[in-house]
Structures are given as C-alpha cells and as structure tokens.
C-alpha cells in the first residue's frame, strides 16, 4: 500500500517507459508467443513485458501495468529475506531486521515501484535459493530451484550470473550428479531463450555483452561502491562526500564479509550472499555499463551480511535502523529532485508544438518522448534515432548526420547526442567524430535545455 501511495511521488525512469511501450505494443498488437516481440533489444527477455501487457489490457494504463507488475513481485523480497536468514540459523530478530531495513532503503523503494525488471528477477532469485537451501539433494527441491531461477532468467539476463553461484554451492559438496540435474532442468526451462542465441536474428542473451556499440575498456573500482552508497541513500554533488561515501561502502563491505566468513560460513544464505556478491562486483568492475541497479543483488547481499554481523543490542539496532530512515528520506527527495527529467521532456516537446504543430522531432531517447506526446495530446511525430538498441530501420548509423537533419526538431541530452557520433560506449573521444558533429550542430539553432535535454531547431534540413 505505501509503494502504491508513493508511485505518485517517484519520477519516471526511460526503461519504464520503455517496458510499458513494449508491454502496450504487445497488448495492442499481439504476438504474444512471439519472444521478439520487443523492437528494442534492451529490453528483452519478454516475461516482464508479457505481464505488464496482461495488466494493461485488464484497464491499466501503461505505466500503471509496468509499476503494477513491479509493486507486486517486489513486495514479496522481504519474506524471502527473512525465510532464507531464519532457515540458515540466523534469529527472528535479525532476519526481521534486516528485511525492514531492505524495505526502508531509498535504492530497494525506488525500484520497487518504477516499472522495471530488476527487483521483480531477485526475488525470483531468491526464491530459487530457498529451495536450494530446502534440501538441495532432493529432485522436486532441485527441480523447483532450477524453475524459479529460469523465471529469473525470463525476466532479466542478468540472473544468468547467478549459476555459477549455484554450481560452486553443489560442488563445494561433491554433488556433482545434483548439480549435473539442475543445471540440466534450468536449460530446459530456458530453452527457448537459449535457442534464440544460437539462431540468425538480432535478439540475444548476451546482446548486452556482445553488441558492437559496447566497448570493454572502462575498469572502475570507484562505481560499484559509489552506487551501493547511492542505493542506500548517500547522494551529493561534493567529490569529497562521494569519495567519503566510497570508501565507506567498500570497508563496510569488506569487513562484514570477513566477519561473516569468520563466524557464519557454514549458513547457506552467509555462502549464497558472498559468493554472489564476489562475482557480481567484480564483473560491474568490468562491464562497461555504469547504472546504479545493476548493483541491487550486490546491495541486497551486503545487506544480509551487514546486518548478520552487527551487534544484537536492541540500541545499537534502533540506532542503525534510525541512520537508514534519515539517509532514505535524504535519498528518495534526492531522487525526485534531480531524476524528474520526464518533465522537462515533456516541457519542451510543447514548446515545439506551439511553435510548430505537427513537426517531426528526433531523438535518440524516443521511448519517454512518444509516451509524452502521446499523454499531453501533442500534434508532433517523434522519429527514433536510436540505431545503437539493436536496429536501424533508417540506415542512419551509416549516414552523416545520422538522419538528424532530416527532422524539424532535435531533442536529447548531451551525452546520447555525443553517443550518435561515436563507436562505443562509454564515450570515448579518440573513438567519435567531433568534426563531424559540429557540422550538425552548425545546422541546428539551440531553442531551450532544461536540466540535462535540449530542444534544437533544424536550420538546414536535408531534402
């Protein structure tokens, strides 16, 4: 009920716009045994989207259903948390603790509510570690862990970095037929997906890792421990604070873990959360894609090693408690502050209206700019230019001005306009085409920016 009261107050996020798009699209048009049906390659595996379209065409609106799905499978991560600490050894107190504390935290309420796929894969995750934890030796437990993590896996692929988690926990037991069955069972159950990797189309679980925009070359120790103190609510524009708020989060990581280890590695849900959080902090070490969510398992790992460890005076707990609710308040009015960007978007795509009705507008962010236009009533034609998400039915990759100039207006921020230009991301200026770029630019006329968009007229289109 609290995460429905608070939908009102959270800011749109462009991947919720960009679910509810492919959700409505495959409520609309159908498709529903079609797992391409997305356009956008981002966001696929299709089970969030196949549910989200299902609320929509229950009356929904579009974000609505996205949020909708969200808010409910989330809901359930704090059950998991304290099944999984209470069946491992820990107390009630603790377990409790720890899952109220993962409910107050403003990285767990936020994407609790907005519209995308990483909360409602964890708790799947976690669900599947239950009944590994049950009783890992016998079929129906194997079978049932192994489903729940393949409906991980049909949320987000990312889940996928969850098995060789799994493999170690059976091996460190010699179980090597167990772990030839599970592994087997999840293969089965994800079959269809893994068969779409290996067959001639665009779509891939490991489009994120393998497409040519992405360039491995962005090695970060500082990121990882950055977004864990941003999801637990250290937000600031000051080096000093963020550099502060780093080492803190990665000490705090660090000594847990070694207590943890020392004092409790022989509990299922202690191994399962530091073997986890090993292979997924050292792979966003690596991956060049820097967002904050993708430390969510990270976050919620530490979390229950965190609170494992601390003392059990009840002062010390209230005390703890009572940083995380103020660092939460803190974090969630930083969040609705400087993330509200969908108004802005909304703002200038107006103005381009009442200049000019009926105009063509560029983007390489089309998703929030057709959601937008389409719920404000705009006469405007919003044209993708976001060849980098899979596909480019314009050719503009390979044209000059990337088919900016063949539009009235252009709409995006500095870094997806400086993306157009460029051969991978993260930018890298040797690798992008500046002259090229302020060519364009020469052809278009600054007409307004608002927090990180702006708004430019076409001066010289083409014909």
């Known amino acids: 009920m609290v995460r429905i009261i608070l939908q009102s107050f959270t800011p749109f996020t462009y991947d919720e716009i960009a679910y509810s798009m492919c959700a409505h699209n495959i409520a609309l048009n159908g498709g529903w045994l079609n ?3 997305s356009g956008d390659l981002f966001f696929f595996p299709p089970l969030f989207n196949w549910l989200g379209a299902l609320f929509i065409m229950a ?6 259903a996205v949020r909708t799905v969200t808010i409910l499978i989330s809901s359930g991560i704090p059950v998991m948390i304290y099944l999984l600490m209470t069946k491992s050894g820990q107390t009630a107190k603790i ?8 409910t107050v935290l403003p990285g767990s309420i936020n994407y609790s509510i907005v519209g995308q796929a990483e909360t409602p894969f964890l708790f799947f995750v976690l669900v599947s570690a239950y009944f590994f934890s049950e009783r890992a030796d016998k079929i129906e437990n194997i079978l049932l862990s192994a ?13 996928i970095g969850f098995i060789p988690v799994f493999l170690l926990l059976f091996l460190e037991k010699k179980e090597f037929k167990n772990s030839a069955n599970w ?7 994800s079959l269809p997906l893994i068969v779409q990797t290996f067959i001639p189309h665009n779509y891939d679980l490991f489009f994120e890792l393998s497409n040519d925009l992405i360039k491995w070359n962005s090695v970060s120790i500082y990121y990882p421990f950055l977004y864990l103190a941003s999801l637990a609510g250290f937000n600031s524009s000051t080096p000093a604070f963020l550099w502060t708020a780093v080492i803190v989060s990665a000490l705090t990581v660090i000594i847990s873990s070694v207590i943890a280890f020392i004092k409790f590695r022989t509990q299922f849900i202690i191994r399962f959360s530091l073997i986890s959080n090993i292979v997924f902090i050292v792979f966003f ?8 969510y993708y430390m969510l398992p990270v976050m919620i790992f530490s979390l229950i090693v965190i609170c494992s460890v601390i003392p059990q005076n009840s002062a010390f707990r209230i005390s703890f408690a009572a940083i995380f609710i103020v660092l939460s308040v803190s974090g969630l009015f930083h969040r609705s502050a400087d993330w509200n960007y969908y108004n802005d978007i909304n703002a200038l795509l107006k103005k381009a209206e009442m200049v000019a009705p009926g105009s063509t507008i560029g983007t390489p962010t089309p998703h929030i700019a057709k959601y937008a236009a389409a719920s404000s009533h705009l006469d405007l034609k919003i044209e993708s230019l976001d060849f980098f998400t899979g596909y480019d039915l314009g050719n503009c990759r390979n044209k000059e001005d990337r088919c900016i100039l063949n539009q009235d207006y252009f709409l995006a921020d500095d870094e997806f306009f400086t993306v157009l230009f460029c051969r991978s991301w993260p930018i890298k200026k040797e690798e992008c085409d500046i002259d090229l770029m302020k060519k364009v630019l020469e052809k278009m006329e600054k007409i307004e920016k608002k927090s990180i968009f702006t708004l430019y007229r076409i001066k010289e289109k083409n014909h």
């Open 147 to 159: 489903f729940f993590l393949s409906v991980s896996i049909w949320f987000k692929e990312t889940a």
């Open 35 to 37: 797992i391409y049906n």
């Open 285 to 292: 070490i690596f991956f060049p894609k820097k967002f904050e």
């Open 183 to 189: 592994f087997i069972m999840l293969v089965v159950f």
């Open 59 to 64: 009356g929904f609106e579009q974000v609505a």
């Open 95 to 102: 377990s409790l603790f720890t899952a109220i504390i993962w």
